[in-house]
């Protein structure tokens, strides 16, 4: 961390507006897209980083220094969006854990070609539940426990919703 995050730091623990300012203009950019990967809209995504910041301001004090800054607000942004999605109440499919991943004839990865364009269309044209475990497996690298423990649901459905969605997300991009 650089000396003057860490003077933004110490100015926002002694509640100095401007310290606050400062640091939301250095990290607004990227927990917005954090933000905007898990809930899947700019304006809910808007909120949610604005939350963020305040769930930051307010529990700085928290933050212990020899953890990295940008990784733990960075967490409470993942945990904040999460909590818009679950408002509102995505399904999640629970599957007994002897679940076997049918068949399929749908296109493999490999015969695909797609850009980074077509997956951010594609991913948000995911139903929130999948986008929100696609999300957090692949662009926040949570694995698929901490993933469960999250979002309070068995790994195993998990696992199933993850397979689920990147069969759903390869759909809409071979579809296009």
Partial sequence: M????????????????????????????????????????????????????????????????????????????????????????????????????????EPSEDDIQYSVKQVKEATAKLPAGYRVILSLYLFEGYDMEEIASILNIQPPSVRSQYLRAKRKLLEIISAN
Avoid at 24 to 32: D, E, G, I, P, T
């Fill in 2 to 105: 650089n000396e003057t995050t860490e003077q933004l730091i110490e100015g926002c623990r002694r509640g100095k507006r401007n310290a606050q300012l400062a640091l939301y203009k250095q990290f607004a950019q990227r927990l917005y897209i954090a933000c905007l990967r898990i809930v899947g809209n700019t304006s809910d995504a808007e909120e949610a980083m604005q939350d963020s910041f305040l769930k930051i301001f307010t529990r700085i004090d928290q933050y212990k220094d020899n953890l990295c800054f940008e990784a733990w607000m960075h967490r409470i942004a993942v945990h904040t969006a999460i909590d818009y999605v679950r408002r509102q109440t995505p399904e999640w499919d629970e599957l007994s854990d002897n679940y076997a991943d049918p068949g399929s004839d």
